[in-house]
């Protein structure tokens, strides 16, 4: 005796049974997981990013303090603006001098260098 009857209309209900399991499921519409887990992301790095830019405010000389910005922190990198090449220049000097050093010793992620650009 065969496992399935060929005939459904041997068993009918083999016909709800195949009906029920082959019914479509709904399907969920909903971005919260995605957006969620977007959120966490972004407050995560947000955290990260927020720390480093108070400790580099901190530590940088008065006359530097308002003329840089953070564009981001990526695999270690913390990527900075200068306003202007001369305050890129200096901004240089005193990473290369002590500030690079300090920096990385006090940031409370993984910060493995400090990248400036104009």
């Known amino acids: 005796m065969p496992l399935l009857p060929r005939n459904p209309d041997e068993d009918p209900t083999l016909i709800r049974r195949l009906q029920s399991l082959r019914k479509p499921y709904e399907k969920d519409l909903a971005l919260r997981d995605q957006f969620g ?4 992301d972004l ?6 990013v927020g720390s480093l830019g108070d400790t ?3 530590l940088l000389p ?3 303090k308002d003329r840089f ?3 981001s922190f990526s695999r ?3 990527t900075v603006r200068a306003a202007d090449a001369s305050s890129k220049f ?4 005193w990473l290369r001098e002590e500030g690079e050093q300090q920096l990385i010793r006090r940031a409370a992620t993984n910060l493995l260098r400090v990248r400036l650009v104009l």
């Open 62 to 64: 008065d006359q530097l």
């Open 37 to 40: 887990a977007l959120a966490k």
């Open 56 to 58: 580099l405010a901190q």
């Open 69 to 71: 910005a953070i564009v």
């Open 76 to 78: 270690g990198v913390l």
């Open 43 to 48: 407050k995560r790095q947000a955290r990260s």
């Open 90 to 93: 200096e901004l240089d000097r």
